[in-house]
């Protein structure tokens, strides 16, 4: 089966995270992936089918790949010499009135509720149903990645339209290219499938839904390609890159 039409779907998909604590002040703060832990260790994640008979199986699905991040992220931690922890995740069949304490974000796909650890995933909607893209594999590695930037110290910037905020969200963008470029040869993919990912990426911008909050479809892409072809979250500072690799 095809995937969705992906502008349409990638700005109704616009990942969010809320829940804001105090963000620590200064660059240095916000790059703590050590030189010496280098790249995440090549691990298998086979990618099991979103759907099987014209069953959704986006449970199992998200599952399957969780597992794997956390398989992957603790060995990094271990390499870092830093405690890791699982977030708690929640799955729901459809988006619900209250979650994490507060109202569900309008328009949102999967998102982390940094205060309380947990990663949200709707079973439902354009961002995931029906996929046979590697996008739903993404978005979830980049929610994940804000788990990793809360165990590491990295704040979220209070405020949503920010280049601060910016270079937090590209920040999850590169350390998903990173856990991708760690699985990649257990996922059965080809360069076309790449390809076509860092084209969804780029379509999910703020280019499109007019909120200046994760950066622009050419940022985004190239942060996801940096984590991808280095492989070392240390590679994903983006507190320190110019302004307009972050715009």
């Not at 779907?9 to 604590?21: C, G």
């Not at 660059?27 to 010496?36: G, L, S, T």
């Not at 390499?79 to 729901?92: E, I």
Request: glycine share 10%.
């Amino acid at each position: 089966m095809r995937p969705l039409p992906i502008k349409r779907a990638l700005v109704l998909a616009a990942v969010l995270t809320i829940s804001l604590p105090p963000a620590p002040v200064g660059a240095a703060a916000q790059a703590p992936f050590p030189q010496k832990a280098g790249r995440l260790a090549v691990t298998s994640c086979p990618e099991p089918a979103i759907s099987s008979g014209g069953i959704p199986r986006t449970r199992e699905y998200l599952q399957a790949v969780v597992t794997c991040l956390d398989t992957s992220w603790r060995a990094y931690f271990r390499k870092a010499g830093r405690t890791f922890g699982k977030p708690v995740v929640r799955y729901y069949e459809e988006p619900a009135d209250r979650v994490c304490g507060g109202d569900w974000p309008a328009q949102a796909a999967a998102f982390y509720c940094v205060e309380r650890r947990t990663l949200v995933f709707p079973l439902t909607g354009p961002w995931i149903e029906n996929r046979t893209d590697l996008y739903p594999l993404k978005v979830a590695a980049h929610e994940y990645g804000h788990h990793v930037q809360r165990l590491m110290g990295v704040g979220l910037p209070k405020t949503r339209e920010s280049a601060a905020r910016r270079r937090y969200e590209l920040q999850a963008d590169c350390l998903a290219g990173a856990f991708l470029g760690s699985v990649w040869g257990s996922l059965g993919r080809t360069g076309q499938d790449w390809t076509a990912l860092v084209e969804a990426t780029r379509a999910s911008g703020d280019d499109f839904d007019g909120v200046r909050s994760h950066g622009k479809g050419a940022g985004r892409a190239r942060w996801l390609e940096r984590g991808y072809q280095a492989g070392s979250p240390a590679a994903c500072d983006t507190w320190s890159a110019p302004a307009g690799r972050v715009a």
